[in-house]
């Protein structure tokens, strides 16, 4: 079983920045993607960001040019600039996993609150 463990998650100002990151405990055959979701109070989990295998971003259009995703091997990061009070919401990172002649599936992990302040 793979572990999604992310930090980083915080009280920060409106127009400051925080970095989240998400940490596989091992490698993930049949990776499809990596990416960020939130939920905040009262509303859906919506998609944030995602990175493919190969390289290719996905952003919702209320962060581009805000936020900006990465990866590094098991890592996956989401570099949240210029902050606003409706980026407030619990942060959870997931993988997209896709096996060859089997269904696909999903990891997610314990999500992290980032909280800004107005």
């Known amino acids: 079983q793979v572990q999604l463990v992310e930090s980083g998650g915080g009280l920060v100002q409106a127009g400051g920045s925080l970095r989240l990151s998400c940490a596989a405990s091992r490698s993930i055959f049949s990776i499809n993607a990596m990416g960020w979701y939130r939920q905040a109070p009262g509303k859906q989990r919506e998609l944030v960001a995602t990175?493919?295998?190969?390289?290719s971003t996905n952003y919702v259009d209320s962060v581009k040019g805000r936020f900006t995703i990465s990866r590094d091997k098991n890592t996956v990061y989401l570099q949240m600039n210029s902050l606003k009070p409706e980026d407030t919401a619990v942060y959870y990172c997931?993988?997209?996993?896709?096996?060859?002649?089997?269904?696909?599936?999903?990891?997610w992990g314990q999500g992290t609150q980032v909280t800004v302040s107005s």
């Open positions: 997931n993988a997209d996993v896709r096996p060859l002649f089997r269904p696909s599936y999903d990891y």
């Open positions: 990175i493919t295998t190969g390289g």
